[in-house]
């Protein structure tokens, strides 16, 4: 059964909207929610048309629906105006996100204490249910399930962060006579702050997660269900309360269908790392700063799955190059040799050329693409399995590409007509990539050696 995915839900809000700096000015109008993207239609407007025209951004609009809900909508973008006189003018407003249940008056408000999200993928990668089915039973023709609630998983992300998975449920019983009775497992990641924090600090975090989780599903991670949790104290009972807001924001990159995923088709499960599972995720946060570069380019091709094989190919050599530059500070010769080096060559010279001629030379320590990728398959010759025990051309087929593909400086063409070798190369440097992943997260190497394994098979790489 599959989950609702409320982003991709379209409907509609009725009610009325103002600046929170002018509540006097309401104006009628319907907030317009579908999949592409979300749209405040006014019947009337906010703002005269010379204000309309000259300020492009609106941080915070309210608005109060007909059944007395407030809302908050967060950096609306002036989309268009029409005045046809003698009739009243209508107005819109591009919105990136909406928060149902509260009023926000500055984005410095918009605070809360904890998060929860349901995401794509999440229930397979967990993968534990309270269901049991009494197989002995069933021989006799007596089918019976129980459901026991499994118990909440904590763990720490950071010294600001806690974080837990939630198991749901949900039942549905039809009368006596009907042909359905349900029982719905929901599993839910709840990020906690220790105290009010900014919903975009929650946000960043999450998107952290997301991207962990993507590492080890092997398919872009997406939020389906957030809804944040806000505290407030009554003065007059002297007591604290919970709200619960519904959170709305535009995810460009989300496929309207969602497939689910079989934990074999994964690098790595939560049974996989459970027993340390908040060391992983600690670790995953503190390596951002150092690989979120690298990051960055190997998640911008799992969450393109359009992307033309040649641009493929670069954006890999550009990840692994990354990574073995910020975590290595191999060079040439050491820097001292080489600052010698450098002055002996740059004093022999004309004074006019010797500025433009030290520019030119200012990353001449550096170590090639070809010895980088020669360190890295030192350490992960598994990577190579089933290919060919020679690492050389291997390296040079990626070295001539990427340089044929950044400068257009040698013979290389050839080696993007071959396209099957092509895409096979791009599954080796993608395996490449896990395997420096996988050791940054703490991975012991037969361990990193087992789940390279594992995608090899997931990739067809096996035979």
Not at 107 to 136: A, M, P, R, Y
Not at 204 to 228: G, N
Not at 270 to 293: A, Q
Not at 310 to 319: C, R, T, V, Y
């Amino acid at each position: 059964m599959s989950d609702k995915n409320k982003f991709q839900d379209s409907f509609d809000i009725e009610g009325f909207w103002w600046f929170p700096d002018n509540p006097e000015r309401k104006v009628a109008g319907i907030l317009h929610h579908t999949p592409s993207g979300f749209n405040l239609h006014l019947m009337g407007t906010l703002t005269d048309l010379t204000t309309f025209q000259n300020q492009f951004e609106y941080e915070i609009i309210h608005g109060v629906s007909t059944e007395g809900k407030p809302i908050t909508l967060y950096k609306c973008i002036t989309g268009s105006y029409t005045a046809n006189l003698p009739q009243y003018a209508i107005s819109n407003y591009n919105v990136l996100m909406i928060f149902q249940g509260v009023h926000f008056s500055k984005k410095e408000d918009i605070k809360f204490s904890q998060i929860h999200s349901h995401l794509t993928h999440f229930d397979e990668w967990v993968g534990v249910s309270g269901f049991n089915v009494d197989v002995e039973q069933m021989k006799k023709g007596i089918f019976g399930m129980t459901y026991t609630q499994p118990q909440e998983i904590k763990f720490e992300l950071d010294e600001n962060f806690s974080s837990s998975i939630f198991f749901g449920v949900s039942h549905h019983f039809e009368h006596v006579g009907e042909k359905r009775q349900e029982i719905h497992q929901r599993i839910v990641l709840s990020i906690e702050s220790h105290k009010q924090t900014s919903f975009f600090e929650f946000q960043d975090k999450l998107s952290d997660i997301r991207k962990f989780l993507s590492f080890a599903c092997q398919k872009s991670i997406h939020p389906i269900d957030v809804t944040c949790i806000i505290e407030s104290h009554d003065d007059t009972s002297k007591q604290n309360s919970k709200s619960r807001i519904q959170i709305y924001f535009q995810q460009f990159d989300m496929s309207n269908t969602i497939k689910e995923i079989h934990s074999m088709n994964m690098l790595f499960t939560y049974r996989d790392i459970h027993e340390n599972l908040s060391h992983y995720f600690k670790i995953w946060f503190e390596n951002k700063s150092l690989l979120e570069p690298t990051y960055n380019i190997y998640f911008g091709i799992i969450d393109n799955n359009h992307m033309y094989l040649d641009q493929e190919f670069l954006q890999l050599s550009h990840a692994l190059e990354s990574y073995h530059r910020r975590t290595s500070d191999q060079t040439e010769v050491d820097q001292e040799t080489h600052r010698t080096r450098i002055n002996s060559i740059i004093t022999s010279i004309p004074k006019e050329y010797q500025e433009w001629l030290k520019n030119k030379l200012s990353f001449s320590n550096e170590i090639s693409l070809r010895t980088r990728l020669g360190i890295l398959l030192e350490q992960f010759p598994f990577v190579l399995e089933n290919y060919d025990d020679d690492k050389k051309p291997f390296m040079k087929f990626i070295v001539d590409t990427r340089n044929y593909l950044t400068h257009y400086s040698n013979n290389a063409k050839e080696n993007l007509d071959d396209i099957h070798k092509l895409h096979k190369i791009c599954l080796r440097m993608k395996l490449l990539i896990e395997a420096c992943l996988f050791h940054k997260l703490g991975f012991e190497q037969e361990k990193i050696k087992l789940l390279i394994k594992q995608s090899q098979r997931i990739k067809g790489l096996d035979e």
